[in-house]
Every structure is written in C-alpha cells, then in structure tokens.
C-alpha cells in the first residue's frame, strides 16, 4: 500500500510561482513513476507532469517551458516547480504513483487527496 500526501497548493496571481511537494510512504515506493495530474471543475483529469524512479521526465504540453518536476528518491518525495502561472491552471492538482505512463485509468496507481491551486488574473 502507498499513501501519498501533498502540500503547497493556494492561491496565487497570474505570472506568479508555486511550488507542489508530495512524499510517498510504503515500500517499493522508489520503483514506482510519480507525478502530477490536475482537474478543474467540468474537465477531465489531465497529465501535468511525470517522473520516472531513474529521473525522465514528461510533461503535458500546456505546461512545458513553466513546470518543472523533480524526485528525491532518499526521501520518496516529488516537487512541482510552477512558474509563469496562468488563470487556466486552476485546478486541483493530484500527486500519483504508479506504473508508465500513469494513466489515470490505470487502476494499480495510487492517488493523492488534491491540492487546490488558484491563479487569480
């Protein structure tokens, strides 16, 4: 079993920067890809970003060039680095692990609570 917690999620104005963490506890934790989708309200979930135990990395196209995720594999933790924020990132933003490519059908993948991260214009 894996459980994932985030934090950092909150509001924010148009051009600015937040950053999401979300540490993983249970075992092969290490092994699994992590990362971030979002949804906000009246859409589908959607891929942010990704991360592979050995470091890849993938990210959805309205978020490339802004976002950055990063792994700690010592302490089984991501980051989300969002820059250059726009009100269209609204969203509630899910931290999962899994197994490639972290299709939120894939019913093996844990999830995360959300975290709500508001850009004001």
């Known amino acids: 079993q894996v459980q994932l917690v985030e934090s950092g999620g909150g509001l924010v104005q148009a051009g600015g920067s937040l950053t999401l963490s979300c540490t993983a506890s249970?075992?092969?934790?290490?092994?699994?890809?992590m990362g971030w989708h979002r949804q906000a309200p009246g859409k589908q979930r959607e891929l942010v970003a990704r991360?592979?135990?050995?470091?890849?990395?993938n990210y959805g196209d309205s978020v490339k060039g802004r976002f950055t995720i990063s792994r700690d594999n010592t302490k089984n933790t991501i980051f989300l680095q969002m820059n250059s924020l726009k009100p269209e990132d609204t969203a509630v933003y899910y931290c999962?692990?899994?197994?490639?490519?972290?299709?939120?059908?894939?019913?093996?993948?844990?999830w995360g609570q959300g975290t709500q991260v508001t850009v004001s214009s």
């Open positions: 991360i592979t135990s050995g470091g890849s990395t």
């Open positions: 999962n692990a899994g197994y490639w490519p972290l299709s939120p059908s894939d019913r093996r993948g844990y």
């Open positions: 249970g075992s092969l934790v290490s092994n699994l890809v």
